[in-house]
């Protein structure tokens, strides 16, 4: 059993409140091979702006996932929360 | 505002298509569409009743890759909106503009599991660029709008609007809105043109490496100009074919795993690759970690998710394509490279003589190539067949060779025909099949027939799933687990029920008399090409395996 590292982050993503933009984020994510390990959504309900925080894991860079949720048309924008990386051993 | 009659959602929809230039849409009405079948009655948008929505999608992609303009497709609510769903992801695998219109159950009767109820937003997240469900009318206007920008901005994709049909009844004042743009939300850092520049000049052994983004950057000029000015040796990716003139000497055709063996060798050996419009498919690198191991990478595109992904880039150029070769389109002196390269090519140019009386699939689609129109537009279905023409027929622009690169749909090729014949009447369309691949959207015969559709059919017929069968063959000890397609029905009798006229030929001496006959015929035609089942696609590059290392036989 290959002992494989997963690296853990915290995204900041900003977003418009529209339909199913959660869906969206979600379904990237899974698809583009990162864990979901706790995520929080609030809405400002005075500019209709999301604010989702969500911790991920993975072999992959970050950066692969920060420029696909780029890519969804809601988005406002992504940023990684550098203090919040850490990374912790799994085997597979 | 102005004083506009009302119009029902249905109506509205039409005006926003022919606001848009549409003049074309391909579907299959049912329950939850009726409203906009209902409008479509007094619409001067001329639809193309397919018969399967999964024709409808494909036709609409052949019409937008044919055309250079966004492919309209309907389908009702439940199974029409899930027959999409194959058309949709093999667009938004090739970035192909198409937008679909989906018909839905009344919002009163949403999430109740509804007769022909489907959660077809939710099915769409992962198969489009973007989708919608209008629930409010209001909104119906502007999310159309929308629809059309998001699938022609930046890379090209489908879009899918889901509209419940209590909103398709609804009445409505058109605003007749400007259309809006949509923010420029990725900030592109400023292109490394200095670090591009110094690479390229520095470069001793560099090549072009050009892919399906040149076209629909509408940047063909630019990079033959580039080719042309850096004298830069240059390889195409399936999608990528007719970028290039085929006639540059310093051309090597398509790399990857059925790429030639001098574009292959040639990637492998560069210590400089010019990346346009491509994005290092698992089919083009093969051992993504042996893919051309010495090279530098520039590495230009439209989509910022596209760099660093597979391979690094020492100098990413982002945005347009169009503006940005041009600041690196010089002459270098790479005489010597050019030289190598010229030997490559001589050493490993295609051979037609093949032994024997049985047809060679290679020398037919050679041939075709050499007897079509100019401008003719090819499109293929998926196997064997579909490689032999990459490898066998020259194009001479992107949008007159259709086929489905990144998903590799089987069924797309005659119903991509049908809507590349309808957005071209005047050219030749051609498509190229095999006998696995045509009775996957078999039923879009009656389509040709229905509106006299003059597609050609080259059926290339080993009554096998050829490549399947090759890989039985090469790689599981030749296990031929159903593969076997010899039951296959008469071709000829098939084609006569649909008006079609058909010819079978068997031997080399048929071939020439038979392709002349096929494009002087004026109206639809099959050509049914029986070839050996034995007959392998060569060179192949094994999985997982360096581009250098391929088979040239067994």
Not at chain 1, 55 to 76: A, C, F, G, M, T
Request: overall charge negative; some cysteine; aromatic content about 6%.
């Amino acid at each position: 059993m290959n002992p494989t590292t997963l690296n853990k982050y915290q995204l900041i993503i900003m977003a418009d409140d529209k339909q199913v933009v959660l869906e969206r984020i979600l379904q990237v994510t899974r698809y583009r091979g990162f864990l979901i390990n706790g995520m929080n959504a609030e809405v400002n309900t005075g500019n209709n702006v999301a604010t989702i925080t969500m911790s991920v894991s993975s072999e992959r860079p970050i950066s692969l996932l920060v420029d696909q949720i780029n890519k969804l048309i809601d988005i406002k924008g992504v940023k990684v929360d550098n203090s919040a990386v850490q990374t912790k051993q799994k085997t597979a | 505002m102005n004083d506009s009659k009302p119009l029902t959602g249905g109506g509205l929809l039409f005006e926003v298509l022919q606001q848009h230039g549409v003049e074309h849409v391909f579907g299959y009405p049912g329950g939850a569409i009726m409203p906009i079948y209902d409008a479509l009655y007094d619409s001067d948008v001329q639809h193309f009743l397919c018969r399967h929505e999964q024709g409808a999608a494909f036709s609409a992609v052949g019409y937008a890759r044919a055309a250079g303009k966004v492919g309209v497709c309907l389908a009702t609510s439940g199974p029409g909106a899930t027959n999409l769903i194959t058309g949709l992801a093999d667009a938004l695998a090739d970035s192909i503009p198409v937008v679909a219109i989906t018909g839905q159950v009344p919002t009163s009767a949403m999430g109740s599991d509804a007769f022909q109820e489907i959660d077809i937003f939710g099915l769409s997240l992962a198969c489009t660029k973007h989708s919608f469900q209008v629930t409010d009318i209001n909104e119906l206007e502007k999310v159309l709008h929308q629809a059309f920008e998001i699938a022609l901005e930046g890379r090209h994709g489908p879009v899918l609007v889901d509209i419940p049909k209590d909103v398709q009844l609804a009445e409505v004042t058109q605003r007749l809105e400007k259309l809006s743009h949509l923010k420029n939300k990725v900030q592109l850092p400023l292109a490394d043109i200095t670090k591009a520049t110094d690479l390229l000049t520095h470069a001793k052994q560099p090549i072009l490496y050009v892919g399906g983004g040149v076209g629909m950057a509408n940047a063909i000029d630019e990079v033959r100009s580039f080719a042309e000015k850096t004298g830069m040796p240059s390889v195409s990716t399936l999608k990528g074919l007719g970028a290039i003139n085929p006639d540059n000497e310093n051309y090597l055709g398509m790399l990857g795993m059925h790429g030639t063996k001098a574009a292959n060798i040639a990637v492998q050996d560069c210590d400089l690759l010019v990346v346009v419009g491509a994005r290092f498919d698992d089919r083009v690198t093969g051992k993504l970690d042996e893919f051309a191991p010495n090279a530098k990478v520039i590495h230009f595109d439209i989509d910022t998710a596209e760099i660093n992904k597979r391979r690094s880039a020492d100098a990413p150029i982002l945005g347009d394509l169009k503006g940005n070769l041009p600041l690196l389109t010089m002459p270098l002196n790479i005489d010597e490279w050019q030289d190598r390269i010229q030997k490559m090519k001589q050493e490993s140019s295609w051979r037609y003589d093949h032994p024997g009386e049985n047809i060679y699939a290679p020398a037919v689609l050679n041939e075709i190539s050499q007897l079509m129109p100019k401008n003719s537009c090819v499109t293929t279905d998926v196997g064997q067949h579909q490689m032999w023409a990459a490898q066998h027929m020259d194009f001479d622009d992107p949008s007159n060779f259709l086929t489905s690169g990144g998903m590799g749909t089987m069924g797309f090729g005659l119903p991509a025909a049908i809507g590349a014949q309808i957005s071209r009447p005047h050219d030749t369309v051609i498509t190229v099949s095999g006998d696995g691949s045509i009775m996957m959207n078999i039923q879009e015969l009656a389509t040709m027939k229905r509106y006299n559709i003059p597609v050609k059919i080259v059926l290339i017929d080993n009554a096998k799933l050829g490549m399947v069968r090759q890989w039985q063959d090469l790689f599981f000890n030749g296990r031929l687990s159903e593969t076997d397609l010899s039951d296959n029905p008469d071709f000829i009798t098939l084609a006569s029920a649909f008006d079609i006229k058909a010819k079978s030929i068997s031997k080399k001496s048929e071939v020439t008399d038979a392709i002349n006959e096929m494009l002087d015929h004026d109206g639809s035609y099959l050509l049914r090409v029986k070839i050996d089942a034995a007959e392998n696609v060569w060179p192949l590059v094994p999985p997982n395996t360096a581009n250098d290392k391929m088979m040239e036989s067994v």
